[in-house]
């Protein structure tokens, strides 16, 4: 019934249109999300004492351990772990590293940003302002933001290598006549100019890891490249648009700069899934190998497509489980016992025969110590030391000199063999020496 009079607008069946397949999660956010992980590790590896050096005090801090540079076995392994690691990661993921995790890359994207957000802003607010004011003020913006960044993170890193409350110190003493203070002026330095001028140029023209990597993959290694076998390509450009490291996935999966971001994976997605494509450019293993999404078993998605592979795995359990083992024997108050040969005995008026010992102990802990040092098979013997227990304080090193005294006894010979024992009080067991005791012929019963 047309009652109304009143004209009735077309109803568009909204239904009709095409619909969009669901975007694929996109690899940009999964990167930003590792990113700021990878920047939290950053910043609290030094301060938590996973990983440092103490370059002035010459420690290296490993899993909250403190280790003395003399500790080698222990730098070894670990030195050697985190090598093998940084192969197997370079020969399993291509520049995943790069992209993901590396801090140059970080914070070559985050001040790209940062300097896009400013002219962004300035021109949307101040879209009258002539051009080369809005250039400069953003330009103003940019690099204060990044001065007080350039600060924090040449902080971070040189927490690395010296003790960060002494380097807070530093900072707030505006040192700049110490080695430290001028370290943390020419780092700081260094790295406002490296996020200013260099960014990613960095990891095609000095990074010497970007260059390790390109060597280490293979057949097997994954890769980001193109295949449109179809040629269905819209040469839209997106996918060079979005790349930060200037290149054309187009041209070959093996250009050095590429460092397997997939930032081109999400642009051809988001373009050509709108006309109900498929994306060109994917995550393989190796130039024609299988692609990432495809169904496969749990070894061979991780990775492990060969046996080189699992021979690199095996190296690094190898490492670990030697660095487990030296960890574990390690002892954190060290204890070094030797006799002092330069006069081989002495007999004091009353007839007692004393042999010197030198006695070294490095506390490696962070709490003071003291050891108990006795004997064994030797009858009678005292030790003409102070006290009965050496104190040693936290991080230090004792060195001392002393006798061990002993009557004549039956029995006795020119070279008696006996033990010390020396017993720290932190808990640790005690530690055995084997030694000998020189005495006179004459003074055998
Ligand atoms: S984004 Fe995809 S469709 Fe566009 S040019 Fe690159 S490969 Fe071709
Ligand atoms: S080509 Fe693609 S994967 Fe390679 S760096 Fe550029 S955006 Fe990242």
Redesign the pocket.
């Known amino acids: 019934m047309e009652s109304s009079g009143v004209k009735q607008k077309p109803q568009i069946a909204k239904n009709r249109l095409p619909a969009l397949p669901p975007p694929r999660f996109a690899y940009h956010q999964v990167r930003k999300a590792i990113h700021l992980l990878c920047f939290l590790i950053f910043v609290a590896l030094p301060f938590t004492n996973v990983m440092r050096f103490d370059i002035p005090n010459q420690r290296f801090y490993f899993a909250g351990t403190e280790l003395w540079i003399s500790e080698f076995s222990i730098l070894f392994f670990s030195l050697m772990f985190l090598l093998f690691l940084l192969v197997a990661v370079s020969m399993l993921y291509g520049r995943m590293y790069c ?1 993901y995790a590396c801090p140059q890359m970080i914070f070559s994207e985050w001040s790209l940003g940062v300097e896009s957000w400013f002219r962004r802003k300035i021109n949307k607010h101040y879209p009258k302002w002539p051009a080369r004011t809005k250039t400069w003020v953003s330009a103003l913006g940019f690099y204060a933001v990044l001065g007080v960044a350039s600060v924090f993170l040449a902080f971070v890193f040189t927490s690395y290598f010296v003790e960060p409350r002494d380097l807070l110190r530093r900072l707030a003493s505006l040192d700049m006549h110490t080695a430290g203070g001028i370290t943390g002026a020419v780092v700081t330095l260094i790295t406002f100019l490296d996020f200013t001028l260099l960014r990613q140029h960095f990891c095609t023209t000095v990074c010497p890891y970007g260059y390790l990597q390109g060597m280490l993959g293979d057949k097997n290694t994954l890769l ?1 490249h193109y295949r449109d076998d179809e040629k269905t390509c819209i040469e839209c450009k997106k996918c060079v648009r ?2 930060h ?1 200037g ?1 054309d ?1 187009r041209q070959g999966p093996f250009q050095i ?8 994976v999400d642009a051809c997605e988001d373009v050509l899934r709108r006309l109900g494509r498929k994306t060109l450019i994917h995550y393989a293993w190796g130039e024609k190998g299988e692609l990432l999404e495809e169904k496969a078993s749990w070894y061979k998605k991780l990775g492990l497509r060969d046996a080189k592979r699992i021979a690199v795995i095996l190296v690094i359990l190898f490492y670990a489980c030697g660095l487990y083992a030296a960890m574990s024997m390690r002892r954190s108050v060290l204890v070094q016992l030797s006799p002092v040969r330069a006069e081989l005995y002495k007999v004091d008026p009353a007839g007692f025969v004393h042999n010197t010992f030198r006695v070294k102990l490095a506390n490696r802990s962070r709490q003071d110590s003291s050891v108990r040092l006795s004997t064994v098979d030797l009858p009678g013997a005292s030790l003409s030391l102070p006290r009965s227990a050496l104190p040693v304080k936290a991080g230090a090193i004792l060195e001392q000199e002393f006798d061990i005294v002993v009557p004549p006894f039956r029995g006795s010979l020119d070279v008696n063999h006996f033990r010390v024992i020396a017993t720290p009080d932190n808990g640790e067991g005690p530690t055995e020496f084997e030694s000998t005791f020189l005495m006179p012929p004459e003074k055998k019963p």
Do not use: F, K, L
């Open positions: 992209s980001v979005i790349c490291m290149i996935i700069e590429c460092i397997h971001c997939g930032e081109c």
